[in-house]
Every structure is written in structure tokens, then in C-alpha cells.
T-cell receptor, first 110, second 116 residues
Framework: GQNIDQPTEMTATEGAIVQINCTYQTSGFNGLFWYQQHAGEAPTFLSYNVLDGLEEKGRFSSFLSRSKGYSYLLLKELQMKDSASYLCAVTTDSWGKFQFGAGTQVVVTP | ETGVTQTPRHLVMGMTNKKSLKCEQHLGHNAMYWYKQSAKKPLELMFVYNFKEQTENNSVPSRFSPECPNSSHLFLHLHTLQPEDSALYLC???????????????FGPGTRLTVL
């Protein structure tokens, strides 16, 4: 079967760094996405990886290892507004078929 | 504001009612999607439309009926739903889905549906 796993919840303090891991087992791979979703709001796009390595975007970075079926999202210099659910999604084709993990709820404390 | 709007934002309906959810995208995209999001569960892809043609029906019960009259509008018609259908229904769009690399999907804020 197809499976995407990520931790349910993580807690970190303001200013710290948090790493959210995502492992996947899918039949095929055409890219991995990370989305941020605040409660009651739309998921918003954070990053996209299709090749191995690290993609950096300001305070957020995303890493991919296709051979290991593994990605992580790194959030640096945490701010209170970063408290949200972070969704890992894998696409296995070019036709928009995304498979999502259940999301990781990140709680940032003062 | 992602350029994808959904109405209504909240809906409460009985099991015998018929209602429709509406999604509109203002991004010039050619692919649109319906997802179901239940608490503590992954987003479940329901339907995919590319250039107004349905290209994916992810084993969704027939009490959910999608309609895509043009590339900017997507509807989800609901009838004789069950309480377990209560969830957040999200619409998304993406620029092109015609082969090649994956396209980023842009989501609307969702409709929170409660079935009594």
C-alpha cells in the first residue's frame, strides 16, 4: 500500500529550531510538497523537492532523499505565528494526484 | 488569500437534504480538485478535473456528485449524506496538469460540513 508518515505533534520554544520528518512508501515518485495549515484556514504552499538535497527559503528549508523515502522540513528562528499543522504530500504522477500525510501539529511556546 | 474561494464556509444539513458546495479560482489554472479533510486524518483526494474533464474519481460514493462547468468553477453536489461525511471539504487548483513535472496546488479555505 501507499503510506506517508509524519509525527502527530511537536512542541518547541520561540527562537528555536524544529525538524519535521516525513517518510513515504509510494508506487512512483514525482515530487514532495510541504504545506502549512493554520486552524480554520487553507493549506498554503511552503516548498517542493523533486531532486535529492536541500532547498532553502528564508527560515524554512526542506530536504529530500529519494533512496530513503525521506524528507524533512526545518523551521528556524521559530515565531509564535509558526504554530500550525505542517502537511507532507507526495505526488506520484504528473496529473495532480497528491497523497498527504496526516499532518504534524507544531506548537510554539513563549 | 490564495486566489481560490469557497462558499459556503460552513454548512449544516440533514441526511435528506440536497446542497451544493461552490469553488472558484481566479488564478487562470486548468486543473481543479476536491479533497476531504477529517480530524487527525490525511487529506483525501476525491475528484480531479483537468481542462473541465474529470480525470480522477477516488472511489467516492455517488452521494457526492462533482460538476465542472468551466476551468474557473467547480461544484460538489451533496445528497442523502451520512453523519460520517461531516468534514472540511477543500477545493484546490493548479496551473497545468498535462504531463511532466508536478504542479503546486493552491487551496481554498474550505467548507466545514456537518451532517445531522
Amino acid at each position: 500500500g501507499q503510506n506517508i508518515d509524519q509525527p502527530t505533534e511537536m512542541t518547541a520554544t520561540e527562537g528555536a529550531i524544529v525538524q519535521i520528518n516525513c517518510t513515504y512508501q509510494t508506487s512512483g515518485f514525482n515530487g514532495l510538497f510541504w504545506y502549512q495549515q493554520h486552524a480554520g484556514e487553507a493549506p498554503t504552499f511552503l516548498s517542493y523537492n523533486v531532486l535529492d538535497g536541500l532547498e532553502e527559503k528564508g527560515r524554512f528549508s526542506s530536504f529530500l532523499s529519494r533512496s530513503k523515502g525521506y524528507s524533512y522540513l526545518l523551521l528556524k528562528e521559530l515565531q509564535m505565528k509558526d504554530s500550525a499543522s505542517y502537511l507532507c504530500a507526495v505526488t506520484t504522477d504528473s496529473w495532480g494526484k497528491f497523497q498527504f500525510g496526516a499532518g504534524t501539529q507544531v506548537v510554539v511556546t513563549p | 488569500e490564495t486566489g481560490v474561494t469557497q462558499t459556503p464556509r460552513h454548512l449544516v444539513m440533514g441526511m435528506t437534504n440536497k446542497k451544493s458546495l461552490k469553488c472558484e479560482q481566479h488564478l487562470g489554472h486548468n486543473a481543479m480538485y476536491w479533497y476531504k479533510q477529517s480530524a487527525k486524518k490525511p487529506l483525501e483526494l476525491m475528484f480531479v478535473y483537468n481542462f473541465k474533464e474529470q480525470t480522477e474519481n477516488n472511489s467516492v460514493p455517488s452521494r457526492f456528485s462533482p460538476e465542472c462547468p468551466n476551468s474557473s468553477h467547480l461544484f460538489l453536489h451533496l445528497h442523502t449524506l451520512q453523519p460520517e461525511d461531516s468534514a472540511l471539504y477543500l477545493c484546490a487548483s493548479s496551473p497545468v496538469s498535462s504531463g511532466g513535472g508536478a504542479d503546486t496546488q493552491y487551496f481554498g479555505p474550505g467548507t466545514r460540513l456537518t451532517v445531522l
